[in-house]
């Protein structure tokens, strides 16, 4: 079974920066693109941003210019950097995972969300 455990949510003020943290464990062959999602109270989930194996990168407009994804494929781990936060920026922040299991397939893997609120 696959999971992804985020961290490094929490309370910010207006301006400030946060590192979002999600790591993937279990038994799988490989994880291809990964990414993340925010859902803000009221709202559908959006995307942020999302990053391919080879490090190719997608972001949100609203993510342009202040949030930078990245990974590290020997870890299974995908990172949010997120500078110049504000208040529009408070969500659940989920990630995911396009993750290939032996003889199973490609299937994609969300994880539990982690909490970002940013006061102004």
């Known amino acids: 079974q696959v999971q992804l455990v985020e961290s490094g949510g929490g309370l910010v003020q207006s301006g400030g920066s946060l590192r979002l943290s999600c790591t993937a464990s279990g038994r799988f062959f490989t994880i291809n693109a990964m990414g993340w999602y925010r859902q803000a109270p009221g709202k559908q989930r959006e995307l942020v941003a999302t990053i391919t194996r080879s490090g190719s990168t997608n972001y949100a407009d609203t993510a342009k210019g202040r949030f930078t994804i990245s990974r590290d494929n020997a870890k299974n781990t995908v990172y949010l950097q997120m500078n110049s936060l504000n208040s529009e920026d408070t969500a659940v922040y989920y990630c995911?995972?396009?993750?290939?299991?032996?003889?199973?397939?490609?299937?994609?893997?969300w994880g539990q969300g982690t909490q970002v609120t940013v006061s102004s």
């Open positions: 995911n995972a396009n993750v290939v299991v032996r003889y199973i397939g490609e299937d994609v893997y």
